[in-house]
């Protein structure tokens, strides 16, 4: 069975998602920042304590990691802080593009060594990062991280590609 590691899994969609594969009969490894009551009750292998933002956390997580085959890798872990452009949250902006933009991209460089042959990548976006679909405006710091993580998820299916993995960009629908 494959190795699938989800990140944001102990809530929302990271949840279900840990939910479904462990049920399926895949390895399922948590990365999480705390853990949750209904991801532990999964029995599912959780590594809590991972700030995504950080490379030495990125690198602890690595290092716990060594020598295990990953199939797939699930970047859902996001942060939404609302904002609108008469009440701009600068630091709150600078947070969703650590979380939202970069952890995507640092965890999957930073598991690199871990790729099982074939391994596929996905990146769990919004359609609030549409630049073509933005209706409503506000949101500011989320809208702009997530249409940043859409053209990571571009860039990583370009090159990762001539190395056999497959990268998706996911849109989950209204949560």
Not at 5 to 17: K, S
Request: hydrophobic content about 45%.
């Amino acid at each position: 069975m494959p190795t699938v590691l989800i990140t944001g899994a102990n809530r929302g969609i990271g949840l279900a998602l840990a939910g479904a594969y462990a049920k399926r009969g895949d390895t399922v490894v948590a990365v999480v920042r705390r853990s949750s009551p209904a991801l532990d009750r999964l029995g599912v292998d959780v590594h809590d304590g991972i700030d995504l933002t950080s490379d030495a956390s990125v690198a602890k997580l690595a290092t716990a990691l060594a020598g295990r085959s990953i199939d797939i890798l699930i970047n859902n872990a996001g942060l939404h802080r609302s904002d609108s452009f008469d009440n701009l949250d600068w630091k709150g902006m600078r947070e969703q593009f650590e979380t939202n933009t970069l952890a995507p991209i640092r965890l999957t460089h930073g598991l690199a060594a871990n790729r099982a042959k074939g391994a596929k990548v996905a990146i769990v976006t919004s359609r609030s990062g549409s630049i073509g679909d933005n209706g409503s405006g506000g949101n500011y710091g989320y809208r702009m991280s997530k249409a940043a993580v859409n053209m990571a998820g571009v860039n990583l299916a370009i090159d990762l590609k001539a190395r056999g993995v497959a990268v998706a960009i996911l849109h989950p629908g209204m949560v």
